[in-house]
């Protein structure tokens, strides 16, 4: 008996301990950060084990997809048509979602190994997926559209790593060489994995999977029967990265009947681009050439840039009186050229735990600018040939997670997070008098799977005339925003979000207004068309957004609901000031729907209908409009340029 008790206990431990070790390696394996692409059946395995969750869904979906899937596979015109179109499988990442990830720390026992070979495999656009290795394009659409679609070149992908055969692996590497091949316009997704089957003591092979986006772009607007705008481009052409794009609009009212806008943008090694561009629009043109290298990564440790830019801008000028019925706006022309060259440098600081690198850089950077200012139409006394000159100190702290559903349709996102502090001094020496220039920057963001992400700055700059001079061109800049953490009801995906967004201008120059960017009305309520002119000089904007993102597709594009509450205080008096209690706030509701498709280069449209109960141009207050521009960009804790912060674009 004793030993029949003893056997039963050395197998219940054993089966216990096979069990649970069974479980940790499949959840170790299916980890989205350490796993190959994994097999499409051993995910199904995987799938079929997971609880569902019963309250969330208000109808059996499982059952309707089936019955679906069932109907495309009938010889008829009408199955073959709904196979075409509609995509009736659930992507195995978008059944399970993604968790939180940090990157960071994830290959550190490879770290110093010697990298022997790099193995780089890119994939089509459509068709393909890394989260399932067998997936293969299967639809006509997804056939024609790899048919006209040039891959993207290795020689391309390798410019974006950061490591090369016969060099150390150094520490994050794989990690950082994954984020930066995933935030380019011309990749969607990317792994970078070390070949485990051949890793040595002291090297290692690395792979590296790729999916493209389809990067050809073309579209045509028809405002009304004679006006109308043409967009064409390529953000990834001959397959190199070269980003090519235009935009040409005809039939407008005079004084210029026609628009048109267009840059080139070619990549080089070591993270080096160059740009051109010439706009010409509203009888304003403007063109330019640039060579520049940013802060790409925590881990580098040289930045700068040199352009040179020739301008010719048209202004909207405010009245001494309010204008009469039908008058036009007082329009005159700024013209001047500018030349600028910056040059930054990044310091690691020591760090007192052996196992850890500090994630902490101290920036030192500096700028030099000179503006030949022609015409002077506001009759002040800056708007000359002046050179600035400008220093920045810093410290900046950058990490990144990974997370869906934020501004994507279910494709892994890189959510920055950090601090970044900075202080900006300069001298500005202009034809009047010399002016002193200080800026103060503090920005920060935390990112919590229950949480959510939340991020604040507060940025203010102004000048300081030399002598007995005041403080001129004040600038006060701050921004909040917070995602709620992702919510599942059965196939659908909830997140709500709030942001406020301030710009007030002290002692501004009479011809300076918020127009540009997203300081005007209509760019702070989204969908708003004012009755008459507004000239904003300080406003502050309160927004909330909604978004149910639901398993639905049609032609590759994902649909969400959504739904908007925006709210902007504008000050217009000549100066700045404070924007609350100068006047009632403008106000727009709606609702509508995001149609997103991850694989173009145009991912984003949205048809919208919107309520304003003040100001809008039209009588019942309703606009329905359509709009491709995504209310709102993750800001990273990066250091640019040294400069004056732009007022008019704020």
Do not use: C
């Not at 794009?245 to 267009?262: A, F, K, M, S, V």
């Not at 790409?296 to 352009?307: D, E, M, Q």
Request: charged share 20%; aromatic share 14%.
């Amino acid at each position: 008996m004793p030993r029949l008790f003893t056997f039963r206990l050395l197998f219940l431990l054993s089966w216990l301990l096979a069990f649970g070790t069974g479980r940790a390696a499949r959840a170790q394996e299916f980890s989205p950060r350490l796993a190959v692409p994994p097999d499409s059946l051993r995910a199904a395995e995987q799938a079929e084990s997971l609880p569902t969750d019963s309250l969330g869904r208000r109808f059996d979906e499982e059952r309707v997809r089936l019955n679906l899937q069932r109907f495309t596979q009938r010889k008829t015109i009408a199955g073959r048509a709904v196979q075409a179109f509609f995509r009736l499988s659930r992507p195995r990442e978008e059944d399970h979602g993604l968790d939180a990830v940090l990157l960071n720390r994830q290959f550190d026992q490879h770290n110093f190994k010697i990298v022997r070979r790099v193995s780089i495999t890119p994939f089509d656009a459509f068709g393909y997926s890394l989260n399932d290795s067998l997936r293969q394009p299967r639809t006509f659409l997804e056939k024609s559209g790899n048919a006209i679609h040039i891959r993207t070149a290795p020689s391309r992908i390798r410019q974006l790593l950061l490591f090369r055969p016969g060099q150390p692996l150094l520490p994050q590497a794989l990690a950082e060489s994954e984020r930066l091949l995933r935030q380019t316009d011309e990749l969607l997704d990317a792994r970078v994995l070390v070949n485990e089957l051949t890793a040595s003591r002291d090297s290692v092979d690395i792979l590296v999977y790729t999916t493209d986006v389809f990067s050809i772009n073309a579209g045509f607007d028809v405002r009304s029967a004679t006006e109308a705008i043409v967009t064409a481009g390529d953000r990834n052409f001959l397959g190199l990265g070269h980003q090519l794009d235009n935009r040409y609009q005809y039939g407008r009212d005079l004084p210029q009947t026609w628009g048109y806008e267009g840059t080139y943008q070619v990549p080089f090694r070591n993270f080096v681009y160059a740009k051109g561009y010439y706009f010409n629009e509203f009888e304003s043109h403007s063109g330019g050439v640039s060579v520049q290298r940013d802060f790409y990564s925590p881990s580098a440790r040289w930045a700068g840039a040199l352009s040179s830019d020739v301008i010719n801008q048209r202004l909207v000028l405010p009245r001494d009186a309010p204008p009469r019925e039908g008058e036009q706006p007082n329009f005159q022309f700024r013209s001047y050229t500018s030349h600028s060259l910056w040059v930054g440098r990044a310091l690691r600081l020591r760090s007192y735990d052996l196992g850890y690198e500090n994630p902490g850089r101290l920036i030192i950077a500096g700028s030099v600018r000179h503006e030949d200012h022609t015409t002077n139409p506001t009759n002040t006394p800056d708007d000359r040939t002046r050179t600035t000159v400008l220093g920045t100190v810093g410290y900046s702290v950058r990490r990144y997670y990974k997370d869906k559903y934020l501004f994507g349709f279910g494709r892994t996102e890189d959510v920055p997070a950090g601090t970044l502090l900075s202080f900006t001094a300069g001298y500005e020496n202009n034809a009047v008098s010399p002016r002193h220039y200080f800026d103060a920057r503090i920005a920060t963001a935390g990112y919590s799977l229950r949480q959510g992400y939340l991020y604040g700055s507060l940025d203010f700059g102004t000048f300081k005339r030399a002598g007995r001079g005041g403080w001129e061109q004040g600038l006060l800049t701050s921004q909040v925003l917070y995602f709620t953490r992702r919510y599942r009801l059965g196939s659908y995906q909830l997140r709500n979000l709030v942001s406020t967004r301030l710009a007030a201008g002290f002692n501004r120059y009479p011809a300076e207004v918020l127009l540009s960017g997203l300081g005007g009305v209509a760019g702070a309520v989204r969908g708003f068309q004012p009755q008459g002119q507004i000239l904003p000089t300080s406003r502050f904007v309160a927004s909330y957004e909604g978004t149910v993102y639901t398993p639905l597709s049609l032609l590759g594009f994902r649909m969400a609901i959504l739904g908007f509450a925006d709210m902007a205080f504008i000050n217009q008096r000549i100066g700045g000031g404070s924007p609350f209690g100068a006047e009632a706030p403008y106000t727009g509701f709606g609702i509508g729907f995001r149609f997103r498709n991850e694989l173009t280069v145009l991912r984003t449209f949205q048809i919208l209908l919107g309520f304003y109960p003040r100001g809008q141009l039209t009588p019942n207050g309703l606009r329905l409009f359509e709009t491709n521009r995504d209310s709102y960009q993750f800001a990273d804790f990066s250091f640019g340029q040294p400069s004056v912060v732009r007022y008019d674009y704020q």
